[in-house]
């Protein structure tokens, strides 16, 4: 299983980006599929996350601005980020797993390699 995340880049705040994460050897609609950050200094975190139902799950601090969604037929999931701070910048992860818990790093079995977002004036 390969997941490739791009889409990363430099952004003012307030502004906006989608991230993309394009998934090889596994199918994104029966997987869980989750993004996580990690800002310099800090643990990964978990961000946001989809189910094979399409069930979605957010952290608090992304609630209203975040929204993660799916192509199946694309094999890819997105990351659309919207009113962006600079605490939001970090360097973004997909991961694909089978369990049905999504907060956890460790329920996740395959990771990308990470897109770099930056929110800066």
């Known amino acids: 299983v390969q997941l490739q995340a791009y889409g990363g880049g430099l952004v003012q705040p307030g502004g906006s980006l989608r991230l993309s994460c394009a998934a090889s050897g596994a199918s994104v609609s029966s997987s869980m599929m989750g993004w996580f950050r990690q800002a310099p200094g800090k643990e990964r975190e978990f961000v946001a996350a989809m189910a094979w139902s399409g069930t979605t799950y957010y952290e608090d601090s992304v609630k209203g601005r975040f929204t993660i969604s799916r192509d199946n037929a694309k094999n890819t999931v997105y990351l659309q980020m919207n009113s962006l701070t600079p605490e939001d910048t970090a360097v973004y992860f997909c991961?694909?797993?089978?369990?049905?818990?999504?907060?956890?790093?460790?329920?996740?079995?395959?990771w990308g390699q990470g897109t770099l977002v930056t929110v800066s004036s």
């Open positions: 991961a694909a797993g089978q369990k049905k818990y999504y907060y956890r790093r460790s329920y996740y079995d395959y």
